[in-house]
C-alpha cells in the first residue's frame, strides 16, 4: 500500500496524535494525513493504490469545497435529488423470493445452500506492518 | 465465573453495597426493595427483600445504575421492508431472498406499506409524535451477513420520537402490589434486518443465510430512565405486550423477533453519570435482567477497586453467566451515515393535510390508523379491574401469561359464580397446575367450561371448596370427565340431609365429652377441633360452616341428649 509512502512524505509528527481531518495546505488546497488515508481504506476498503490516487482525493474535495462559496443562509439543505418526489408505497404481497440457486450462483463457496464466508472481519494490515517502500 | 449475589434497592434508585463474600469492607446494604436473581416465567423473581432499613456503615458509597434499552422488533408482514420476498422463521436458507435483499446490482429498495403503518400505529402507542417527514439513511459497515455493506435506516429524522410508556413493577412481600413506572421513548425507527451467520468454528468459516436480510424492524429506543436489571426487564415485557396486541409485531424472543441491546453506566447520586457499556445479545426473556444486574455490578466492582470503564460493547455469556467484551469491535465504528440516495422523503398525512383527489392506496393518514388502534393492554387491565373488582396485580397477572386472559374470560362466560372466586381460582389453582408442570395455557387439560361447572358446583354448595380442589385434581389427571362425574364417582357430595348431620353431630359430642367441656369451658380452638372430628366422621362431606353452626346451636341450648333413637344410623 501506498500509505507509507505518504506517511513518509507527509512526515507525521512525533508522539502526536493527529486529528483526522484535513489540514489547509500552503496554497488553501486540503492536504490528506496518512491516518486519514489508512482510516478511509479500512472504512470503505478501497485501496489508494498510489500517490495519485491520493492527489486526486485531495484535487475532489477542492472541487467540491468551492461549495462553501455559496450563501446558503436561510436555505433549507437538499436532501436528495428525490426529495420532492413521491414515495412510492408497496403493496404487502409476496412477489420475489424462492430463488436460492439463482442467487447463490454468485458465491464463491456455497455449503448446503448456504453462502460461506471467513469467520469474523479480516483485519487489515496495520499502518507499521506494512511493507517499507522506498520512495523516490 | 458464577454470577455474584446482588442486593440493592430498585425503588429507591440506589445501590448499597451487597455483602460480597471475603469482601470485608463492604457494608451490608439494606432498605426495602426488589432483589434479582433471574427470571422466573416472564417476570423477574424478587426474593425476600429485607424490610428494615439500615444505615449503610460509615465508608459505604451508594452507586446508582442507569440503564437505556435499544429494542428491535421485527414487524409482523408478510414481506419485507424493501423488497417482495417473504418474511417466515423457518424456510429452507436462502430461499426467500429477492435479488434486492441479495444486493446484486441494478436493484432498488421500494418501501412496504404494512411497516410504515406498523411503525405509525407503534409511535401512537407509545405516545410518540409522529413526524410527517422522516428520512432514510444508510448505514456502513461491513459484516458477511450484510450483504450490501450498509443498513437502511433512519438516524436524522425517524418516524416517531418523544413517546413514553408506562409499566408496572411488582413489590411488596409478596410482590403483590404494583407500583407504575414510566420510560420515556426517545424515538422508533424503521429499519432492515441483516442477515443470519452460522458460525463453524470447525472449520474456521461462517455460513450466511439472508432469509432474514431485509427484513422490517422497529428500533424502539428507551432512554436510560431505568435503574435496574427488573425494571428493565419489565419494561421489555410490557412493550412485548404492547406490540402483540397492536399486531405489528409477535415480539416473540425465543425466534428472535424481539432483540435487546442495553446501554448500562453506573454512578454515585449527585455525581454526573458514569461511561457506558453497550450490552448486545440480550436475546432471552429469562436472562435479560439477570445479565443487566450482572453488568451493573461488574462496573460496580471495577470502580470500586480503582479501575475504570472502558466504553465498550459487551455480550452476555449465557452459559458463564457473566458480560465479555466483544472481539471485533475494536475503537469506535464509523458508520459514514448518508442519506439513502434512493428513497424520497416519507409524507404522512392526516385528516387535515390529507391531499383530495389522492390514490389511497399510496397516501397514509395518521389520524385513520389513530382511530383503528386496538385496545391496549394497559386499557384491557383497567377494564378487568374495574369490571370483575380485581386487584390491579391481578390484572397484570391474567395478561402475563398467553391465553389466560382467554382462558379467564371463558370461563366466567359459562359460570354463575362470583368474578372474585373465578380470579382466585385462575390465578392461583389454575396457574400453579400450569407452572407445576410447566405448561401453556393452551396445553391445559382442563378446559374452561370444566372449570365453569366445577366452580357452578361450588357455587351451588353442592361441594365443599376442599372437594372442589380434589375434583380439580382428578379433572387434570384424566381428560374427559366431567366435574359432576367425579364428584359422583368419588362420592364428594356435600351432605345434603341436615337431619342426618345433626345426627353425626351428636355422636360426635357424645364421644368427646372431654372437648365439648373445653368449650364450654371457652377455649376457642376446643370447637374447631369438635369440627375437625365431625368432618373426619363425615368423610369430608359436609360444609364445615354449617357443622360450626348445628355444634354451636347444640352447645347453646344444652341439648346432649340427642334425638330420640329411632334406629337410624347415620350414612356417610
Keep these: 500500500m501506498w500509505a507509507r509512502a505518504v506517511w513518509l512524505a507527509f512526515r507525521a509528527p512525533a508522539g502526536g496524535r493527529r486529528g483526522l481531518t484535513a489540514k489547509a495546505g500552503p496554497q488553501g488546497s486540503v492536504r490528506i494525513t496518512a491516518e486519514m488515508i489508512e482510516h478511509l481504506e479500512r472504512l470503505a476498503l478501497v485501496d489508494f493504490g498510489s500517490q495519485e490516487a491520493v492527489a486526486r482525493l485531495e484535487k475532489a474535495i477542492a472541487f467540491a469545497d468551492r461549495l462553501r462559496a455559496v450563501d446558503t443562509d436561510g436555505v433549507e439543505p437538499m436532501e436528495s435529488v428525490l426529495e420532492d418526489r413521491c414515495l412510492y408505497l408497496r403493496s404487502d404481497n409476496v412477489i420475489e423470493g424462492n430463488c436460492a440457486e439463482e442467487v447463490l450462483q454468485n458465491s464463491h463457496r456455497v455449503v448446503e445452500e448456504y453462502f460461506v464466508a471467513p469467520p469474523g472481519n479480516i483485519s487489515l494490515p496495520k499502518l507499521d506492518e506494512q511493507e517499507r517502500f522506498s520512495h523516490s | 465465573m458464577a454470577a455474584p449475589m446482588l442486593r440493592w434497592c430498585c425503588p429507591v434508585r440506589r445501590w448499597a453495597l451487597a455483602c460480597i463474600d471475603g469482601g470485608s469492607r463492604y ?20 426474593q425476600q427483600p429485607r424490610i428494615t432499613a439500615q444505615k449503610p456503615r460509615k465508608g459505604e458509597h451508594e452507586w446508582a445504575a442507569v440503564v437505556g434499552l435499544e429494542i428491535h422488533a421485527q414487524i409482523s408482514s408478510n414481506s419485507k421492508l424493501f423488497s417482495g420476498s417473504q418474511v417466515h422463521f423457518t424456510a429452507p436458507p436462502n430461499s426467500l431472498v429477492s435479488f434486492f435483499d441479495a444486493s ?8 412496504n406499506r404494512r411497516c410504515v403503518e406498523a411503525a405509525v400505529m407503534t409511535g401512537l402507542a407509545l405516545n410518540c409524535r409522529i413526524n410527517k417527514k422522516s428520512l432514510f439513511d444508510r448505514k456502513h459497515y461491513f459484516y458477511a451477513d450484510l450483504p450490501a455493506g450498509y443498513q437502511i435506516t433512519q438516524q436524522r429524522l425517524p418516524i416517531a420520537v418523544n413517546g413514553s410508556m408506562v409499566y408496572g413493577v411488582c413489590v411488596g412481600k409478596k410482590r403483590s402490589q404494583v407500583i407504575n413506572k414510566t420510560v420515556r421513548v426517545k424515538q422508533i425507527q424503521l429499519e432492515q434486518d441483516s442477515g443470519k451467520s452460522l458460525h463453524d468454528d ?48 409477535q415480539a416473540n424472543m425465543a425466534e428472535g423477533q424481539l432483540r435487546v441491546d442495553a446501554n448500562i453506566s453506573v454512578h454515585h447520586p449527585g455525581e454526573p453519570l458514569g461511561i457506558r457499556t453497550e450490552v448486545k445479545n440480550l436475546n432471552s426473556a429469562r436472562f435479560l435482567a439477570k445479565a443487566i444486574d450482572y453488568e451493573i455490578q461488574r462496573q460496580i466492582n471495577e470502580l470500586e477497586n480503582g479501575g475504570e470503564i472502558l466504553n465498550e460493547t459487551r455480550s452476555f455469556d449465557y452459559k458463564l453467566g457473566c458480560t465479555v467484551p466483544m472481539r471485533d469491535k475494536e475503537g469506535k465504528q464509523d458508520y459514514r451515515f448518508m442519506p439513502e440516495p434512493n428513497l424520497p422523503p416519507l409524507l404522512l398525512y ?9 390514490d389511497l392506496q399510496q397516501v397514509i393518514n395518521i389520524d385513520q390508523i389513530r382511530e383503528q388502534l386496538p385496545e391496549l393492554p394497559s386499557v384491557t387491565r383497567e377494564k378487568l379491574v374495574q369490571r370483575y373488582g380485581m386487584l390491579p396485580e391481578h390484572s397484570f397477572a391474567l395478561l402475563n401469561e398467553v391465553g389466560l386472559l382467554e382462558f379467564f374470560q371463558n370461563v366466567i362466560k359459562e359460570t354463575r359464580a362470583e368474578p372474585k372466586k373465578v380470579t382466585s381460582w385462575v390465578l ?34 353442592a361441594i365443599s371448596s376442599s372437594a372442589a380442589k ?9 381428560k374427559g370427565k366431567t366435574p359432576a362425574q367425579i364428584v359422583s364417582e368419588k362420592k364428594l357430595e356435600l351432605m345434603q340431609d341436615q337431619e342426618a348431620l345433626e345426627q353425626l353431630c351428636h355422636a ?65
Excluded at chain 2, 202 to 228: F, H, K, W, Y
Design chain 2, 27 to 46: 457494608g451490608r446494604g439494606a432498605a426495602t426493595g426488589c432483589t434479582s436473581s433471574g427470571k422466573r416465567g416472564q417476570s423477574s423473581v424478587a
Design chain 2, 104 to 111: 446484486l446490482p441494478g436493484t432498488l429498495p421500494v418501501l
Design chain 2, 202 to 249: 470447525l472449520r474456521s468459516q461462517t455460513l450466511i443465510d439472508l432469509n432474514r436480510a431485509g427484513v422490517g424492524l422497529l428500533e424502539v429506543v428507551l432512554e436510560p430512565d431505568m435503574s435496574c436489571g427488573e425494571e428493565a426487564a419489565t419494561a421489555v415485557r410490557e412493550l412485548q405486550l404492547i406490540l402483540q396486541a397492536l399486531g405489528t409485531s
Design chain 2, 350 to 358: 392526516d385528516a387535515e393535510s390529507l391531499p383530495t383527489a389522492a
Design chain 2, 428 to 461: 392461583n389453582t389454575f396457574l400453579g397446575f400450569l407452572k407445576q408442570q410447566n405448561l401453556a395455557v393452551s396445553e391445559s387439560p382442563v378446559t374452561p367450561s370444566a372449570l365453569a361447572e366445577l366452580l357452578n358446583l361450588l357455587d351451588r354448595k
Design chain 2, 470 to 478: 380434589q375434583v380439580f385434581e382428578e379433572l387434570w389427571r384424566s
Design chain 2, 508 to 572: 360426635v359430642m357424645e364421644g368427646h365429652p372431654q372437648v365439648v367441656t373445653d368449650v364450654k369451658k371457652g377455649n376457642p380452638r376446643a370447637i374447631n377441633k369438635l369440627i375437625g372430628l365431625v368432618r373426619k366422621a363425615t368423610l369430608s362431606r359436609a360444609d364445615p360452616t354449617v357443622i360450626k353452626e348445628i355444634l354451636e346451636k347444640k352447645l347453646s341450648s344444652g341439648d346432649v341428649s340427642g334425638p330420640s333413637a329411632r334406629g337410624r344410623t347415620v350414612q356417610p
